[in-house]
Every structure is written in structure tokens, then in C-alpha cells.
């Protein structure tokens, strides 16, 4: 049986599979442990799709716009005037400034139950303004044939996203199969309070930890504790966890994903804003890594075409 | 079968089986799928004994010693003084600052893969002064079989300690069967060093995170994102995990190891500086949480006496 159906024969396909079957032969001189059997994969670009906006920022546009009610202040205050009034080239000049108070303002100041159950609304009800599919559909089909392939071989596959963790977390369990403390993302910072009695951890306004460039093999150091052997990007904040994986003593494998589709999905990389994706393609090609070309090397990109 | 022959008869084993055997019956209303049977254990004092100091401790002190051919300056200033003379009055007066000095010393400036070969070459070779055993031989036979128990129960095992989270990788996977990415400990701030194509992550002197008191819900919740259903602890250090675990929906269940075994391991409770277990031990009582009395509920305490 074909453990990728959703992948067009050829070079790609067979890298990945004359991988995997190459180090969990226990008669080869590449043969892993199981234990080191450690897949690292980026989320958004990689997993799912990102354009035109990582789609986390549109569940933060979203929030304001469901909290507005109760901030009548915003109609005249950047950057919430620009978000309720749609205005993207208004809210751009805003910056990052603008951005971070975006976030900070509907991640923060509640608690983490009471975000999780935020979050879950979201990702259950709201769709994505291009493809006007709820944004869980939006995953790519070959990828998530891809985990099940490594699970399959005892791999133990875990997220390590520029994302936040805690956006991630509700909905990544049951979309590809990954549970919550094998979610690697961005965080910020929380605080405990017994409150009387019923415990609850609160969000704090405060950056704690950016899982992006450097980040990613400082957090799967963090959380993991051992280099993959095992990694998936689709652009330069991925290029440190390739490399990482790269390190590895044991034989490994780096899969970067082009987005070369532009009917399917999305083409862009070099001059891109979202998921730029220029040294990467170059060190790859250096490299010898495995560059997914999406028109060519996927038969189906989103589970709703099959 | 006994799944926990190393346990005496009695209600603490009862209640133990118990518990496992409702939550796991899908005909039970306290039936908890397997993705929730999250279980964390404390390590110092719930896992291994932690007398008279933390083991750890014993390793800082060991590198001291090691290091101090290439710091002959070492002989006239503390806290360096005070251990190459094993004074330990004059130690204890260096305080938390001469204690974080030697942690810092003897836990940084190396990269990540250096300091676990330190540990490893430590963990298999160096003796507990009164004992005369390898510390890994002075983990806590009934704690294995429960370990082990949950384990064949589906339940997700993890670490949750306020010791070194790369102090514990390197030996937790061979020791108690639970990988490195589950365990959740403190740590030191990392830094990424592409370092000329290879690449190294460097251990800082600066405190990332402290797992104890109120960090063991934050680090359960950074690290696993879901409450616990189980948690097991041994100090005032985990009276705040286990209140999380006991916020959860899900049935759960609180134990607490009390060291009541001066003949086979050290009587100790609420005025030992090593795990405190005073407040615990009271909320304990209170709430109806098991209280495993070391003397009367263990046949064993080591391996070894098998
Ligand atoms: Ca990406
Ligand atoms: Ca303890």
C-alpha cells in the first residue's frame, strides 16, 4: 500500500521514503533507535497554509472586532481604528508596534482555560476570506499523510512553530493527530493564582519566548532535549531548525516546502512578507535538502479536493 | 498479576488501583480518554531520595573539585574554598548566593551536548557518601512499578521537578523509562551559535525558569498544556501542582510520599530544610489525598534490596 497517496511519484516521494526506510531497518549501518526518532515540523506554510496573513492573525483581527463593543475608544485609537474600519494599508503603517498591541490585546488578560475555549470557538466557526473554508481545512493533505507515514515508523512528531503555543494546542491534536505537549511555539508569559481555591493560570501581556529563527532549535532544546533527525520548513525562520537537524549524528532528513502553486494554493518565496523563503532556498539547493515543489510534487494540496 | 508487588498490602495501594481501574473503565462515569491521562511525578524525594542534600548538589560539588586544577585561585575564595575543604558550616554561610555561584559555575559555559556527557560521566560512576550506592540505584522500587503501572494504563508519565531539566535528561529515559522531551524541570538561559556549520547550543549563566512552588503549574502548563490528571510529590514544593491536578474536570488523584523510613531511607517531614512537607502535609490531610507512610506502604524502598 502507497503510505503517500497525495504525493505525485517521483524524486521527492522516493527521498522521504527511502529515508525512513533506510534508518528503521535495524540491519543498517543508519539504523535510529526508536527513542531518536524525533520529526520536527514548522506549522504555518508547512502544515497549513499562511497567505494572505498568518491565519492566527486574522483570529486576532477577529477578536477585536467581537470586543470592540465593550471599547467604544477604538474607533478613534490605532491600530483598532484600522482593523474595525478594514483598512489593511492603515493598519501596515501601524508597524510592529501596532501589531504587538494587536496580539497583546486578544492573547492576554484572561486565563489560559479561558483563552483555550476562545480559541476553540474560533477555529470551529470561522473561515478563511479567500478560500471560504474554515481554516482546519486548509491543511495540506500530503503533509498530514506524511506524519501518519512517520508514526507509523515509531517517530514521535511534534510542531515547532513561529505560532503561538497556546493557538496551537486546542485544534492541533485532533487536525494531525499531535498532542499538546508535543506543540512547540511562541509564548507569553503566564502567571498561577490559587484564587481561593480554584486554581487558574492567567495571560500576561509579556512576551515570553519567540519560537522563530534561532528560537526553533532553542526550543526543541527546551522541550524536546534532543536534535531531530526529522525537520520540515517552508521558509528562513526555519533555516536554524534545519540545520539543527542537520547536526544530528545519526543519518537526517530536511524537507523544505516551496510554494510554487498558484492556482492550488499560493507561489511566492523570495520577495515574499509571509514565510520569505531566499537563503533557505539557496542553502537547500547547496545542500542537497529536499525541496517539495507543490504543483509538481503534490497530487492534492487540501484534504477537501480528494 | 500485582501490578505493584513492591507495595503492602493496605488502603495507599488500594486506593491506587482503585483510581486506575475507574478511570480507565469505559463504563465508568469517571472514565478519562487516554489523551488526559496525563501523570506527572516531583523527582527529589518522590522518585529518588534527595538526603542529605539534593543529589545535584552533590554534582556541583564534584565539578568544583574537578575544575579546580585549572582554578588554583579557587583555594582562597568562596564558596569555592568552603567545598574543596568539604567545610560545610562554611558553605552554608556563602548563602543563596554562594549557592547560585556554584551552580553556575560548575552548569555553565559549556554547549548543550558538552554539559549532558559531564552528567552522563558523572551519573554512571559517582557515589552517595553514605550509602556507598550509584545515585540512579537510589530511585524508589514501588515508584517504578507505579511508573509503570500507569504506563500499561495509557497514561502519559512525565517529570515535574524543581532540579535541572539537563540534569535529569540524560539518565531519565534508561532510569525511569520516561523520554527527555517529558521532563519538566528548571533551567539556565540557552544561546544558538551557528558556530561555522556546527552548530552548538551554549548554556548561559542566567536563571531561564525555576520549576518549584507556583512554577509547576506553569511549567505543566508551558510544557504539557493540559492539567495532570495524577500527580505525585513529596514537599510544600508540590503543594501547587498538586492543586492544579485536583482542579481538573477529570477525577484525579493527589499522592503524597511521606519519609517516615529512618532504618531503610531518612525520617523527615515539616522541619527538614530538604523537602519541607509541613503545609502539604496538612492540605493533605484535609482533603483526603493519599499519603504514602514510606515505612508501613513500601516491602521495598530501593532496587537493590530485591
Ligand atoms: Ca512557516
Ligand atoms: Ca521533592
New binding site residues.
Given amino acids: 500500500m502507497d503510505p503517500l497517496p497525495s504525493w505525485n511519484d517521483g524524486a521527492t516521494k522516493e527521498a522521504i521514503i527511502s529515508y525512513v526506510q533506510d534508518v528503521t531497518n535495524i540491519n543498517s549501518p543508519n539504523f535510529i533507535d526508536v527513542n531518536d526518532r524525533i520529526a520536527t515540523f ?5 502544515l497549513w497554509s ?1 497567505q494572505p496573513v498568518y491565519f492566527q492573525f486574522f483570529f486576532a483581527i477577529d477578536r477585536v472586532k467581537s470586543l470592540a463593543a465593550d471599547h467604544p475608544e477604538w474607533k478613534n485609537e490605532q491600530p483598532f481604528k484600522a482593523v474595525l474600519e478594514n483598512n489593511m494599508e492603515d493598519l501596515k503603517k501601524q508597524g510592529m508596534k501596532g501589531l504587538i498591541e494587536i496580539i497583546m490585546t486578544t492573547h492576554a488578560g484572561m486565563t489560559t482555560d479561558e483563552f483555550e475555549a476562545i480559541v476553540k470557538n474560533w477555529i470551529t466557526t470561522a473561515e478563511h476570506p479567500v478560500k471560504k473554508r474554515k481554516f482546519t481545512e486548509m491543511v495540506f493533505q500530503p503533509m498530514l499523510e506524511l506524519l501518519e507515514y512517520l508514526r507509523a515508523n515509531e517517530f514521535k512528531t511534534f510542531i515547532v ?2 505560532g503561538g503555543i497556546e493557538f496551537m494546542r486546542p485544534w492541533t491534536e485532533q487536525v494531525y493527530g499531535i498532542p499538546k505537549d508535543q506543540v512547540v511555539g511562541s509564548s507569553i508569559q503566564t502567571e498561577y493564582d490559587y484564587n481561593n481555591g480554584n486554581p487558574v493560570i492567567k495571560r500576561l501581556a509579556k512576551i515570553d519566548f519567540i519560537d522563530d529563527k534561532e528560537g526553533k532549535p532553542i526550543g526543541i532544546n527546551r522541550f524536546i532535549g534532543k536534535k531531530p533527525v526529522f525537520a520540515a ?3 528562513d ?2 533555516l536554524q531548525m534545519l540545520r539543527w537537524t542537520d547536526a544530528n549524528e545519526h543519518k537526517s532528513f530536511q524537507l523544505y ?1 516551496h510554494h510554487t502553486d498558484s492556482i492550488r494554493e499560493w507561489a511566492y518565496d523570495r520577495k515574499s512578507h509571509i ?1 520569505t523563503f531566499d537563503k533557505g532556498l539557496d542553502e537547500a539547493q547547496e545542500k542537497g535538502w529536499t525541496l517539495v515543489d507543490m504543483e509538481r510534487d503534490w497530487k492534492v494540496v487540501y484534504p477537501f479536493e480528494l
Fill in positions: 514548522d506549522n504555518d506554510g508547512t499562511e512553530s513561529g520548513g517552508n521558509s525562520g526555519d516546502i514565510g
